[in-house]
């Protein structure tokens, strides 16, 4: 089992430093509500599809529970504030600043995880966690604040300040997430937010008029983003379902390495020695940090 975790957390790094190149190129051939509708419907669409063969009985317990749909509702709306800011933040910054959504929203997100589960108090007020989780995000910040972009222009602010409104949005809605993970599959969730932000954005263009614009971009761009679409979300659901928010964002610090690596291929950024010294960092704090939880899950284990 610890294998299979280590391996979708290896997954889920290589796919999202795939990701932030793609989303980043999207995001200027795209507008915004465009972007978010397609992928979103595409991803949604095609996890409700399997939900229909594979999970009827969760399908019908949902309807039956008003609770439920209220919740998915409640983030669907998050995640469709969350992605309009982040691929807005995204479009002014670069590729390998959105990885910083994955940074910041460390340590805001277990702080808010601390407070309401207690399992994940457990697994913040460890100190080798603590301690793993600050080298990390220390790390973090040495890679990114030391990175070059390919376009060679300062950060526009305005970009950072999206993506902090993304960090906030995305601290609360993980949260939802895993209270809907206790009595749902993954896949359930991801088909039912993922339609239900896709419908809200794609209501938004239609109201505005920017659905038409569609017309005027090639399609293999938009059949590039239907397929961006479909992979990523499933995998931080299960992550989070699996092994908690604070072990998810631990995850996500490893991004930009990656990130840096396949933006350094796609889009010519270069990475620095400072950079590599600060991914060195970050995967150190990392292995600290996820020890620990290797650990105390063998001792849970043993113990029951």
């Known amino acids: 089992m610890e294998r299979n975790d280590s391996l979708t ?60 749909v209220l919740s998915l509702f409640l983030l669907a709306t998050f995640m469709t504030a969350n992605m309009f800011f982040f691929i807005n933040g995204l479009k002014y910054t670069s590729a390998i600043s959105g990885s910083i959504f994955g940074i910041l929203a460390m340590p805001l997100g277990i702080i808010f995880a601390s407070i309401f ?41 305005t970009g950072y300040i999206y993506l902090t409104c993304a960090i906030t949005i995305q601290s609360i809605q993980n949260l939802i997430v895993k209270k809907l993970a206790l009595n749902l599959p993954a896949i359930v969730i991801s088909a039912s ?16 008029d920017t659905f038409s614009n569609l017309k005027e971009v090639p399609f293999t761009l938009i059949t590039g983003l239907i397929f961006a679409g479909i992979y990523g979300m499933l995998m931080a659901f299960y992550i989070l379902k699996k092994q908690g928010v604070a072990i998810f964002n631990m995850t ?40 620990q939880e290797h650990s105390k899950r063998e001792t849970n284990t043993l113990s029951t």
């Not at 939900?51 to 317990?61: M, P, V, Y």
């Not at 207690?118 to 301690?131: A, G, L």
Request: hydrophobic share 45%.
């Open 193 to 208: 937010t993922a339609t239900l932000s896709g419908i809200i954005f794609l209501s938004i263009t239609i109201y505005t």
């Open 9 to 68: 957390r290896i997954f889920y790094i290589v796919l999202m430093g795939f990701g932030f190149p793609i989303m980043r190129y999207m995001s200027i051939h795209f507008d915004t509500l465009n972007n978010n509708a397609i992928r979103f419907l595409s991803g949604g669409i095609f996890f409700c599809v399997i939900c229909l063969f594979k999970f009827r009985e969760e399908i019908k317990t949902i309807l039956k529970d008003y609770r439920t």
């Open 252 to 291: 996500q610090l490893l991004i930009p390495i990656s990130t840096g690596i396949i933006g350094y291929m796609t889009l010519g950024e270069t990475i620095s020695i400072m950079q590599m010294i600060g991914g060195i960092i970050v995967i150190f704090g990392c292995i600290l940090a996820s020890k």
């Open 117 to 157: 589960y207690s399992d994940e108090q457990k697994i913040v007020t460890n100190r080798r966690f603590t301690y793993g989780a600050i080298i990390a995000f220390l790390g973090s910040l040495i890679f990114v604040l030391n990175s070059n972009y390919s376009n060679g222009n300062e950060i526009i602010y």
